[in-house]
């Protein structure tokens, strides 16, 4: 591939490359558009296009950069050579072979500024938890309030931390991750459990509390691609019972531990039949208990 070729994919507007693979942006804020991230399964946008600089973040994941690592990401590869055949095959231009640059540009990523943890007191946090059926009972005791600054400006979110000292943050308006991104992990206190509960997501996780299920340790992904990192904390766990999406990326997290544990692993989510997730089983109990309610009183 000549160096034009290599110039010619560098200037392939970003979302065009994504609508090329189906993917179409939930909003747009000034120069920023904001999608469901397209190689994995989320509900709250958080996937960032920047249209004027040609970059892209995603705070699910704490990772960004340009139309290539982005083209790496659905490849699954960190070789450019795969990446430049993947961006040029997807945008119909020409492909010929040559040797990775010498020169190719740094991710840009948001800074978090200023982050400081503090207890998760009653307030408009609370009652996004409460709309979610979370109780604040179950939420004060596992989260906390993250306070933290982006370009200047000023946030808040749930905050959920983890192994590695980063958080997982969740808003009515944003789902993302202050780096570095890493398993949670909630230990029963003063025993030793041989039963380990896996959830993908910490929402999961407090709708498995609020449930009563969270029996034995805990272990929360964050996201499916840290199923690798959570192999080392459930070596020890004679069974891992499986709170998983029901979706593809939940079933091929669920095979790849059953590969690693065999019957050590128990899929739990027959629970929630009928349901993508455990907190959307809960919210769905929540109603039909308080439609219940209403109709005996009014009885």
Known sequence: MEQTDIDMIRRIPLADFLARLGNEPVRRSGNELWYRAPYRSERTPS?????????????????????????????????????????????????????????????????????????????????????????????????????????GKRYFAVGFPNVAGGFEIRSRFFKGCVPPKDVSSVKTENTTADVCSVFEGFMDFLSAATLGLE???????????????????????????CYLDRDEAGRRTLETLKGHYGERVCDRSALYDGCKDLNEYLQLTTKKEMDNNLKIKRI
């Open 215 to 241: 029996t034995g340790d805990c272990l929360v992904l964050n996201s499916v691609s840290n199923v690798e990192k959570a192999m080392k904390h459930l070596d020890a766990y004679g069974r891992i019972d």
């Open 47 to 151: 996937f960032r296009v920047n249209v004027a600089k040609q970059l892209w973040y995603d705070f699910g994941l704490g990772k960004g950069g340009d139309i290539f690592t982005l083209a790496g990401e659905f490849a699954q590869s960190v070789d450019f050579m795969e990446q430049a055949r993947f961006i040029a095959k997807a945008a119909r231009v020409p492909f010929v072979a040559m040797e990775k640059p010498q020169f190719l540009p740094k991710p840009s990523e948001p800074v978090f500024e200023g982050v400081e943890a503090v207890p998760l007191l009653r307030s408009p946090l609370t009652d996004y938890l409460a709309e979610r059926s979370i109780p604040y009972a179950v939420a004060s005791r596992y989260c906390c309030r993250l306070n933290y600054g982006v370009r």
